[in-house]
C-alpha cells in the first residue's frame, strides 16, 4: 500500500507560516500596488526553492516586486540587465590577477544573491543562457575549478518582453522546462494605475523602508512546512493524470485541437505541480492539498511546457486553451 505524501503539519507550525506569511504580504502591499497574481508566484518559488519565468510588456513593476519580497525577508537582492555582449563570467564571477601577490583572486558575480532579477533573458547569449540556467539548477558555481555554492534561499526572476524579439535568443525547451513557473503579467486596472500614479507623486516609492520584514531562517521554516504538506495519493494521481494527458493529447481532445500539440510536458511537470500546490496550500492556511490548488495553477505549470506547433501560432490557438482543454477530460478526486 503507498504511502501518503508528506507529514501532518501541527497547529503551531501552520500558526507560524501564517504569521510570516501575513507579514511578507503586508510588506509587499506597502511597494506593489495589485499584481497579485506575480505575489503568488514570487511567494510560491519562495517557499519551494523554484525559479519563475515572466511574461510581460516593461513597466510592469516586475523589478520592484523582486525587490519588495527580497527586502521583506531581509534578503539580498541583484538585477542583472541581460545583452547579448553579456559574458557567463559577467554574471558568475571570475578570476582576477594581482601583481602584488603574483595570484589570482575570485570575485563573484551578481547571480551570488538570495534574489536575482534575469531582465530580458532572452536576449543573453545561449551560452550565457546556459551558465544561468545551470547554476539555477545546481545552486552553485564554478569559477577557476572551484565550487561556489550559491546562498540559500535562492530564487531566479526571469523576464521575457513579449513585443520586440529582434536580437533575442529563444530560449530551448529543455531549458524552459527548468522553471517552475512561467507567469503572463498583464497591465493594472484604472484603480490601481491611480494608486500607482499618487504613490509615484507622493514619493511613496523613494521612501527608505520602515515595514516589517521577516527573517532568512523563517524562509527556511517556510519550506520545510512546504515539504511537510500532506498530498494525498488520490491528488498525487490527479497530478499525473493531467501530465498525462498532455503528452497523448490525440487520445483526449478533439482532433480539430489535438493536431496543434507537438509535445506534452515532462515529468518535472508533475514534481512542479506537487511542489506548487503544497505550497499553495500553506498559502491559503491548509495542512493538505486539494484539487482546486493543482487546477488553480494549470497555467503557469504548464504554459511554457507544452509545445505547440506553428499552425497553432497562425490560429491563434494559445497554450491556456489547449491546457483547460486536458483538464476537462479529468474528473477531480
Do not use: W
Request: some cysteine.
Amino acid at each position: 500500500m503507498n504511502q501518503p505524501s508528506g507529514a501532518a503539519l501541527s497547529p503551531a507550525d501552520r500558526d507560524r507560516a501564517r504569521k510570516i506569511l501575513e507579514t511578507i504580504v503586508r510588506s509587499y502591499g506597502a511597494k506593489v500596488v495589485g499584481q497579485t497574481g506575480l505575489r503568488t508566484s514570487l511567494l510560491i518559488a519562495l517557499m519551494t526553492g523554484g525559479h519563475v519565468l515572466l511574461e510581460s510588456v516593461p513597466g510592469l513593476a516586475k523589478t520592484t516586486a523582486a525587490e519588495a519580497i527580497a527586502d521583506a525577508v531581509q534578503a539580498q537582492f541583484r538585477r542583472i540587465q541581460c545583452t547579448p555582449d553579456l559574458l557567463p563570467s559577467d554574471i558568475l564571477g571570475t578570476q582576477i590577477y594581482d601583481p602584488a601577490t603574483r595570484s589570482f583572486t575570485t570575485q563573484l558575480g551578481p547571480i551570488h544573491a538570495n534574489f536575482v532579477l534575469l531582465d530580458e533573458i532572452n536576449r543573453a547569449s545561449a551560452k550565457t543562457q546556459s551558465a544561468m540556467l545551470e547554476a539555477m539548477q545546481e545552486h552553485q558555481t564554478s569559477i577557476g575549478g572551484e565550487l561556489h555554492p550559491l546562498p540559500k534561499p535562492f530564487l531566479v526572476l526571469a523576464t521575457q518582453n513579449p513585443i520586440e524579439q529582434e536580437g533575442t535568443y529563444h530560449l530551448p525547451e529543455a531549458q524552459l522546462d527548468r522553471f517552475l513557473l512561467k507567469d503572463v503579467l498583464g497591465y493594472p486596472t484604472i484603480t490601481e494605475e491611480a494608486e500607482i500614479v499618487r504613490r509615484v507623486g507622493a514619493g511613496v516609492c523613494d521612501r527608505a523602508s520602515e515595514h516589517e520584514s521577516v527573517t532568512l531562517d523563517d524562509v527556511v521554516f517556510l519550506q520545510r512546512v512546504t515539504r511537510d504538506v500532506y498530498l494525498d495519493p488520490a491528488v498525487l494521481n490527479y497530478i499525473v493524470q493531467a501530465v498525462y494527458v498532455t503528452r497523448h493529447a490525440s487520445q483526449y481532445l478533439s482532433e480539430s485541437l489535438a493536431r496543434y500539440v507537438d509535445y506534452g510536458a515532462s515529468p518535472r511537470a508533475s514534481i512542479a505541480f506537487a511542489s506548487a500546490a503544497r505550497a499553495l496550500a500553506v498559502l491559503y492556511g491548509r495542512d493538505h492539498v486539494i484539487p482546486d490548488d493543482v487546477k488553480a495553477l494549470r497555467h503557469q505549470v504548464l504554459r511554457h511546457r507544452m509545445i505547440l506547433n506553428f499552425e497553432a501560432d497562425a490560429d491563434g490557438v494559445t497554450a491556456e486553451t489547449v491546457i483547460d482543454a486536458c483538464f476537462a477530460t479529468l474528473q477531480a478526486p
